[in-house]
């Protein structure tokens, strides 16, 4: 069965401090890569997303992430967070022609001030 | 502009019954996919359905249908409920990409409606 593993469930930091959260994935095909958050009272939204291309992918509020394909890895970064990253994180993999979207277990990221 | 909405946002039912949850797209979206999250658990993939027509399916028994009207809005119907049923059900709607794959599109996610069963 495909899954996909966040291997860190609580991450605590302190503001300023850099954050790497990890992602793999076991379906050995082609995939599309997603890192989606959710805010404190707010709906998931989407963080940033990666078809083909550059493997090094750009997101909104200063978040990026790097596809290793070799690694079935697609971890996200921030070099330096805020409180307001506080949230929890979501990576989500879809497979191609596959047609089932793979939500991983979430890393819930604690910021403090 | 509105977004995603869904209804009701809390349910209770006992179990062997049968629910039924509604969703509303973000107007001009045609997409809308379904998830159930379990608490402490990311969303799974139950249906995506696109133009009226299913277009993926996650690993869900039968219990579980959905369908989409002519003005994109969705229900998901679930029979004979269990226990472990009890979850947030949320929905997603996405503008259509032309393409074959579920979930290229971006997906905008609503608030839930969180169903307990008894």
């Known amino acids: 069965a495909q899954s996909v593993s966040q291997h860190n469930h609580h991450v605590i930091l302190s503001e300023a401090a850099s954050l790497e959260l990890g992602c793999n994935y076991s379906?050995?095909?082609?995939?599309?890569l997603f890192w989606y958050v959710q805010y404190p009272g707010q709906h998931l939204q989407l963080l940033l997303k990666y078809f083909s291309g550059d493997p090094l992918v750009k997101g909104i509020k200063g978040f990026e992430a790097e596809f290793i394909k070799s690694k079935f890895s697609f971890n996200l970064r921030k070099p330096s967070v805020q409180w307001s990253d506080t949230a929890e994180y979501f990576c989500?993999?879809?497979?191609?022609?596959?047609?089932?979207?793979?939500f991983g277990s979430g890393t819930k990221l604690n910021v403090k001030p | 502009d509105a977004g995603v909405t869904q209804s009701p946002t809390h349910l209770i039912k006992t179990r062997g019954q049968h629910v039924t949850l509604r969703c509303s797209p973000i107007?001009?979206?045609?997409?809308v996919s379904w998830y159930q999250q379990v608490l402490g658990q990311g969303p799974q993939f139950i249906f995506q359905?696109?133009?009226?027509?299913?277009?993926g399916r996650g690993n869900f028994p039968d219990r579980f249908s959905a369908r989409q009207f002519p003005n994109y809005s969705s229900e998901l119907n679930v029979n004979a409920l269990l226990l472990g049923d009890s979850a947030l059900y949320l929905c997603?709607?996405?503008?259509?990409?032309?393409?074959?794959?579920?979930?290229?599109?971006?997906?905008?996610f609503g608030p839930g409606t969180r169903l307990l069963v008894l």
């Open positions: 107007s001009g979206h045609k997409s």
């Open positions: 359905y696109y133009e009226k027509e299913e277009r």
């Open positions: 989500a993999v879809l497979p191609y022609n596959f047609n089932k979207f793979y």
């Open positions: 997603a709607s996405s503008l259509p990409s032309g393409g074959a794959l579920v979930g290229q599109e971006t997906q905008y």
């Open positions: 379906y050995g095909g082609t995939v599309n």
